[in-house]
């Protein structure tokens, strides 16, 4: 496994103690604050940390496979789902928190079960669709909102609102694209690698 598929098996593993920093801070969680009472008023910060790092292991993961030519079907099926995964974490976790209304996590996750049938299918048909730039542009923007719904910010509520809805128009954007550029897949198995 060379290092790309290595930092996003890294990103899937970060989402585990993500979660757990996420919901410790919850009412519920009364175990969690009992062991780790003493960082309880900077959880948010701690999971914040972790989701920074889990993201920036997109970025690096990228770069890395490009430049010394280790792109892999298995980073190209796998980066994306890790992104998936994190992220969709990351929004189920704000609800529990009441920072996002459901309607836009609902959106934000049925886009990405859409976009994993089409790649189901495609895969079928020995098809690999890697990620365009409108679902790159897509995932930055998710990663952004996350990270400003988690700092919980009052002077940046705002900004925090602006970003969701940049989030939500560039969901759906990326999804009509996705759609239109790989329509094939579902006719005759044959479409855009």
């Given at each position: 496994?060379?290092?790309?598929?290595?930092?996003?098996?890294?990103?899937?593993?970060?989402i585990?103690?993500?979660?757990?920093?996420m919901?410790g801070?919850?009412?519920?969680?009364?175990?969690?604050?009992?062991?780790?009472?003493?960082?309880?008023?900077?959880i948010?910060?701690i999971?914040?940390?972790?989701?920074?790092?889990?993201?920036?292991?997109?970025?690096?993961?990228?770069?890395?496979?490009?430049?010394?030519?280790?792109?892999?079907?298995?980073?190209?099926?796998?980066?994306?789902?890790a992104?998936?995964?994190?992220?969709?974490?990351?929004?189920?976790?704000?609800?529990?928190?009441?920072?996002?209304?459901?309607?836009?996590?609902?959106?934000?996750?049925?886009?990405?079960?859409?976009?994993?049938?089409?790649?189901?299918?495609?895969?079928?048909?020995?098809?690999?669709?890697?990620?365009s730039?409108?679902?790159?542009?897509?995932?930055?923007?998710?990663?952004?909102?996350?990270?400003?719904?988690?700092a919980?910010?009052?002077?940046?509520?705002?900004?925090?609102?602006?970003?969701?809805?940049?989030?939500?128009?560039?969901?759906?954007?990326?999804?009509?694209?996705?759609?239109?550029?790989?329509?094939?897949?579902?006719?005759?198995g044959?479409g855009?690698?």
């Amino acid at each position: 496994m060379n290092l790309p598929n290595k930092l996003t098996v890294f990103r899937v593993i970060l989402i585990v103690p993500f979660v757990l920093l996420m919901l410790g801070g919850c009412n519920e969680w009364h175990w969690f604050s009992a062991l780790f009472g003493g960082i309880m008023e900077y959880i948010d910060y701690i999971a914040l940390a972790v989701f920074i790092i889990a993201s920036l292991t997109d970025l690096l993961d990228g770069k890395i496979a490009r430049k010394y030519n280790l792109v892999t079907n298995f980073g190209k099926f796998m980066d994306p789902l890790a992104d998936k995964l994190l992220v969709c974490s990351a929004l189920i976790c704000l609800i529990e928190m009441d920072r996002i209304p459901a309607w836009v996590v609902i959106i934000i996750i049925s886009r990405e079960f859409i976009i994993s049938g089409f790649r189901l299918i495609a895969s079928d048909n020995d098809i690999v669709i890697a990620a365009s730039y409108w679902g790159k542009f897509k995932t930055v923007f998710q990663m952004i909102m996350v990270c400003l719904m988690i700092a919980d910010i009052e002077v940046l509520s705002v900004l925090t609102q602006i970003v969701m809805w940049a989030a939500v128009v560039l969901t759906v954007v990326s999804l009509i694209d996705y759609i239109a550029k790989n329509r094939d897949v579902i006719k005759d198995g044959s479409g855009v690698k």
